[in-house]
């Protein structure tokens, strides 16, 4: 199994945390939801390739953790089936390493490991486990301090600003993006206009980033005790979408010991784990039900058709889609789907695909893109 699935020789980026937005201007490369990065390896064994070997086994059983993390649901992971050689030699499709450092005895790496998708959906179908694999659109977090009578949004000191800025989750389905604090955007959203949910101040920020859903959280510190606190309060906007935000309500009380970061660190994550499992809960695909329509899709040129049919390659619940027709003014395409119809509009819609209608009249096309403010 270990010579099947060598190192790669070749560095891949491994991204860490929530996504600086200065990367927003840089075309964004295609998430892979069945590939897992990083996974940090340290063994120490007898000898270096012993080491090497141990650490192969421990990182794809990570990968295969964080694996589950971001496809399951919490309350659904006691039911996977136990984790052997045999398990992830089927699972495992290979893996590249970075940052490969050795000694005689010790070998140290980040991995990317790469999972065969069907063998993964597959796994979990037989284990009775519902699953999601569509990525959310990016989501840009806008993290609101009450201190007393006072909103921190931009100004500093902002602690709960920084307990953001210092998060390294482990990518999940919903890319969470750090908003660079810039005069522009300082002019598009205050904190005042966060907290009420202000739509028009909700899209400008949003255009400022890709049309990307807003993440109001707002902390409070909670120190007149011996013992502090932290309450917060988060909240999910899609702009210009009416009645679809969503919100989660958390508190937690600081350990013996625990400084205030500490303490908004775990809050920090608790906050993007309320996030992820709601968005898992609202895609759980139904492989058992699946469909075929077929689309209109209004064309101007050759160059738009690309574009759409660019765009439905990267969508999981899109099985496979074929070009039926095409001319001057529209394409019509077919398109095979998993889930219900409601989830593939929802999947589409994270890649700024429309899909209007119904049988036997549907409609698929790119969303307008937004003019960023001034």
Known sequence: MLLRRRLAAALVLLCLGLVDAAAAEVPARRFDVYAVSPVPVDVTAANAAAARDQA???????????????????????????????????????????????????????????????????????????????????????????????????????????????????????PLMRPLGELEDVQAIDAEAAVRGDDERLKAISQRYGDADVLVTQARLQTGGEQHAIDVTSTRYPPGVTGAE?????????????????????????????????????NMLDTRESGTLTARVPTGTLRDWLAVRDRLSGIPAVRSSRLVTLDREEARVEIRYVGDPDQLRLALAQRDLELSGADPDWVLQRRAASTSPR
């Open 246 to 282: 969503q919100s989660w309500v958390g508190s937690a009380a600081a350990n013996p010991g625990e400084s205030d970061a500490d303490l908004m660190g775990r809050a920090v994550a608790d906050v993007i784990a309320q996030v992820e499992e709601a968005w898992k809960a609202a």
């Open 56 to 174: 192969i086994v421990e990182g794809e059983n990570r990968a295969f953790d964080l694996l589950m993390q971001r496809m399951t649901l919490a309350a659904d992971r006691r039911r996977l089936p136990p984790v052997d050689a045999a398990l992830l030699n089927d699972l495992v499709q290979g893996f590249e390493v970075a940052h490969e450092r050795r000694s005689d005895v010790r070998y140290l790496a980040d991995f990317t490991v790469h999972f065969r998708p069907e063998a993964v959906r597959q796994m979990l179908r037989q284990a009775g486990i519902a699953f999601a694999e569509t990525p959310s659109k990016p989501v840009v977090v806008l993290p609101v301090l009450h201190n007393g009578d006072q909103l921190t949004l931009w100004d500093d000191p902002s602690p709960w600003r920084d307990a953001w800025a210092n998060a390294r989750p482990v990518p999940g389905l919903v």
